[in-house]
């Protein structure tokens, strides 16, 4: 697989500010600043617990940030109307953990969902595309069954081709490749690479899975201790000398990220 | 003392805030914009899963209330002699009191937990996200259309259920008992009347409806997601909706009824 050699400089598909984030009492970001290329995949990294799906949240407008701005595509998502929001977000895509098929609907009229609820497509219209986003995940021949029937990585590719059905112009892909065999992993990974090249679209990639997911990405954003820790190509991040991420890139367990939660020492508890 | 008092502010305001977004979540639900197309057909297939599917348990439990009410009724009137008023006596308490509240107790348990569970459930699996983020408010695609639901089938569901108590309590009381057939049905006739007792009885079956129905949307709609969070509201949908019939029972009888 080819990589995008270029250090991405072109304009920004979404913009992320100065981001403060709490939930409850815990600080999930403290004055986060990123952006998401146009048309490229981005890989948003970090350890556990840091909030990467939070940023997928934020970005979709499910969370609203305590102070600064989160804009996708030059529109402030947080100070959207209800209605406007909803514009907006037909024109991203996004893929839950779970996949989160509608359980009542069949492969279908999952696929058809967006359609019939955005579109005015008759039905012959929206069988074809429904049948053609299903073969480009290789699930055209489970377009009868019930999502139950399906194994979960069967799910998520459902899922996908939901996801692009109304053809978004972005697509954030939350824990992708989690729980899937090798195979499955390798179909889609090359599913995001082929989905990016062939429709253009700006493609965001949170994962545990480090070293797939930066062989198919063009930018990789790494979150760690509540803000950006890197920012830039996946070469950069390889040869960069930043002990933490240095630490990510190697697993070590001890390092700027620290293995144990908080917490008083150890001879204070005991004692 | 400090403390308790506190505690006392504490828990008032966050039953008032949870008030307030339960208010908020129903008032998106019912005037958000919304396709009334489609928004008719998913309302009507609700009242198939919380109405059609409700009637077999309000069907036996209206006839065994109607049953025992005759037979009570019946020992009880007897004393004095006039069992033959056996039928103005089941037909009111039907109609005024047992009818909207029985059937609005066990609208909670058999359909206000389904509906809680239901709604979390698409919560805790990310369906109700994964519809906003297709575009579609899951107020106005899930909520909405439950609601309306239950606020449509209760009171029918209350109807059926003192139809058939009646019933119950003719086959007690004429037909095994042996009281006069037709005074048992004249006296019921003679005695109730359609605004004073009827129309009220579905007034309150309406609100009583609101009632459930509202709190077991928004206990589904704001629960934790996960396994413990889905039994608590389930759980609370049933307390809270049988403590707000009872209570709301006596306030609107007080108000309907009072000033005899």
Redesign the interface.
């Given at each position: 697989m080819k990589r995008n050699q270029s250090i991405v400089t072109t304009e920004a598909f979404v913009e992320i500010r100065d981001v403060v984030f709490r939930r409850d009492q815990r600080v999930i970001y403290d004055g986060l600043t990123a952006s998401v290329p146009r048309g490229k995949i981005t890989a948003i990294v970090g350890p556990s617990g840091t909030g990467k799906t939070t940023l997928l949240?934020l970005i979709?407008g499910?969370l609203k940030p305590e102070a600064g701005d989160v804009c996708v595509d030059g529109l402030s998502v947080q100070s959207l109307k209800?209605?406007a929001l909803?514009?907006l977000?037909?024109r991203?895509?996004?893929l839950?953990?779970?996949g989160?098929?509608?359980?009542e609907l069949s492969v279908f009229e999952n696929v058809a969902?967006?359609l019939r609820?955005?579109t005015n497509l008759d039905d012959d219209l929206i069988r074809l595309v429904v049948l053609m986003k299903l073969e480009a995940v290789g699930l055209r021949g489970a377009v009868d069954l019930m999502p139950s029937e399906l194994s979960g990585g069967m799910q998520r590719r459902v899922?996908l081709a939901?996801a692009i059905a109304l053809d978004p112009e972005m697509i954030m892909y939350d824990e992708p490749f989690v729980g899937q065999d090798p195979i499955g992993l390798g179909v889609l990974l090359s599913l995001v690479k082929q989905l990016n090249q062939a429709l253009g679209l700006t493609s965001l990639v949170v994962s545990h899975d480090l070293q797939e997911t930066l062989s198919i990405a063009d930018h990789v954003i790494m979150i760690a201790n509540n803000r950006v820790a890197f920012q830039g190509s996946p070469d950069v991040m390889q040869a960069s000398d930043d002990p933490l991420v240095q630490q990510f890139l190697h697993g070590s367990p001890d390092g700027p990220v620290r293995f144990h939660f908080p917490a008083p020492s150890l001879e204070d508890s005991v004692s | 003392m400090m403390n308790w008092i506190a505690g006392v502010g504490r828990s008032t305001l966050s039953q008032l805030s949870d008030l307030g977004r339960a208010t908020l979540i129903l008032m998106q639900a019912i005037f958000?914009?919304s396709n009334v197309g489609?928004h008719w057909r998913l309302t009507i297939d609700q009242i198939h899963v919380v109405g059609v599917l409700s009637l077999s348990i309000i069907i036996v439990s209206g006839l065994f209330i109607g049953m025992v009410l005759g037979l009570q009724g019946y020992t009880i009137l007897t004393d004095y002699g006039s069992e033959q008023a056996l039928g103005q006596m089941v037909a009111l308490s039907l109609t005024r009191e047992l009818g909207p509240v029985v059937t609005a107790l066990l609208f909670a348990g058999r359909a206000g937990s389904a509906l809680t569970a239901e709604i979390g459930l698409?919560k805790a699996?990310?369906?109700l996200?994964?519809l906003?983020?297709?575009?579609?408010?899951p107020l106005r695609r899930v909520v909405a259309p439950r609601f309306w639901a239950g606020v449509i089938s209760l009171p029918i569901l209350s109807l059926i259920f003192v139809s058939v108590g009646c019933l119950g309590g003719a086959l007690v009381g004429v037909s095994w008992l042996g009281v006069d057939s037709g005074s048992f049905w004249a006296n019921m006739q003679a005695s109730v009347d359609f605004s004073d007792d009827v129309f009220n009885g579905m007034i309150k079956s309406v609100v009583f409806a609101v009632v459930v129905t509202w709190i077991a949307v928004y206990q589904g709609y704001d629960l934790v997601p996960t396994s413990e969070g889905i039994a608590r509201a389930t759980t609370k949908t049933v307390v809270y909706s049988s403590l707000a019939v009872l209570g709301l029972d006596f306030f609107l009888t007080a108000v309907m009824f009072g000033e005899v």
């Open positions: 949240r979709g499910q209800r209605a909803f514009d977000r037909k991203m895509g996004m839950f953990q779970s989160a098929l509608f359980a969902f967006p609820v955005h899922a939901r | 958000g914009r489609v698409m699996t990310e369906q996200a994964s906003e983020m297709i575009g579609v408010d």
